[in-house]
């Protein structure tokens, strides 16, 4: 399936199919016909994955970059962009991140500041990266004091996602994707009852078809985009403290279930919603195998710190919460009413 991302001149397709990599020469014929040169960005243990068969049709060079959220940072953007000069590549010529959300992160940065930007085709691998990192063209690179501090909007001329790739893709990746895919469901209002057998092809299909909906609606998230960070600002905060502590005990989707199990409880505090949508939403989320469960040595204290520090709070505690009339940021929630109810939630599962 083709789903469009209407961008005006910057629209572009995400095709998701098994295969999908092979239509690479022909999208950067049709989308950059004066391209000569091709780099493919990857990391070397993606290289050797059996579905790394993937030509450009164009002069072809592979530049492996080292992997994962520590290695989205400063050295290897220069690292890429001195290999991309090295190899001369001009402004005509386009580069393809294959990976992980980290490399299409950092491949759609580079794109975005080398010679003041090139093309960039994304071939995501992970389930995260194709429900998510590699649609709607935000782009970024880690600071010490934080995740994605730097980066840009750089749209992609096209995103090809291949369910063929994420049969390699470790048990516990797939489960962080399937995080964003929760969030997606509960998103568009369905009901855990008809989760249950849904193929996942479908569920990533309808996790693209709602981004590439709200990205044409407000590509720089000055509104509706927001809406994509529902169950982040727990989500956010618990990966920030696990970050600081060095231990990599939660993926990022992990997070994000929690904060989804957390933030519907908050809506309800709230009286947004019924106590069904709290059932709904555990439904929603043991259905596809997560946990909502708090660890118990995140402290309350510096859970409501750390989400006072969230870049979309603007130093108030804001949530995308639930509600009679859909989906909305709330802000200036008070930090005693976050308190009871973290403590509540820690207590309740
Ligand atoms: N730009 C955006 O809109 C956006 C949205 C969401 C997340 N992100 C970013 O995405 C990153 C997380 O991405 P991620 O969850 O994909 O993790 P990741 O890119 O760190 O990849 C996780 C691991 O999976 C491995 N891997 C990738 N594909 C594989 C495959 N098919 N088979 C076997 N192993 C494979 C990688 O080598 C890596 O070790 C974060 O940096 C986050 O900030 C960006």
Redesign the pocket.
């Known amino acids: 399936m083709n789903i469009p991302l209407d961008l005006g001149d910057r629209s572009y397709e995400v095709v998701l199919a098994e295969g999908a990599r092979h239509e690479l020469a022909a999208l950067i014929a049709k989308s950059v016909p004066k391209a000569k040169v091709a780099v493919i960005v990857t ?1 070397p ?2 290289r050797i ?1 059996p579905w790394f068969d993937i030509e450009s049709g164009l002069v072809q060079h592979v530049v492996e970059v080292p ?3 520590s290695a ?1 940072n400063f050295a290897t953007l220069e690292l890429l962009c001195t290999r991309l000069a090295n190899l001369e590549l001009s402004r005509h010529d386009v580069i393809i991140g294959v ?5 299409t ?1 950092l491949t759609g940065f580079a794109a975005a500041v080398y010679l003041r930007g090139i093309a960039v085709v994304h071939i995501p ?2 389930l ?2 194709q429900v ?2 590699a649609i ?1 063209g ?3 690179i880690n600071l010490a004091a934080g ?2 501090l730097v980066g840009s909007f750089h749209q992609p001329i096209g995103v090809l996602c291949d369910f063929a ?2 049969t ?3 048990e516990r ?1 797939r489960r ?1 994707g399937l995080g964003e895919v929760a969030k997606c469901w509960l998103l568009e209002e369905r009901r855990a009852s008809d989760l249950d057998g849904t193929p996942m092809n479908d569920l990533v299909t309808l996790s693209v078809s709602l981004k590439a909906a709200i990205v044409a609606t407000d590509e720089r998230e000055g509104g509706a985009r927001a809406l994509l960070n529902y169950g982040h600002t727990l989500g956010h905060a618990i990966e920030k403290l696990a970050l600081a502590r060095d231990v990599d005990e939660l ?2 989707g992990e997070a994000v279930a929690i904060g989804l199990a957390f933030a519907v409880r908050l809506a309800y505090e709230l009286e947004r919603v019924s106590s069904e949508e709290i059932a709904n939403h555990d439904d929603v989320l043991s259905t596809l195998g997560l946990s909502g469960r708090l660890p118990s040595h995140f402290a309350t204290s510096a859970l409501i710190e750390a989400m006072g520090h969230d870049k979309k709070a603007h130093h108030d505690l804001a949530f995308v919460l639930p509600g009679s009339e859909g989906f909305e940021v709330v802000s200036g929630i008070s930090p005693e009413v976050v308190s009871q109810v973290l403590e509540r939630f820690r207590g309740e599962l």
């Open positions: 990391s243990a993606l994955q992997d994962g959220e989205k990976g992980g959300g980290a490399i992160d691998t992970t995260v990266g998510d990192a709607g935000k782009t970024a995740k994605n790739t994420l390699t893709l470790p990746e962080s993926r990022h």
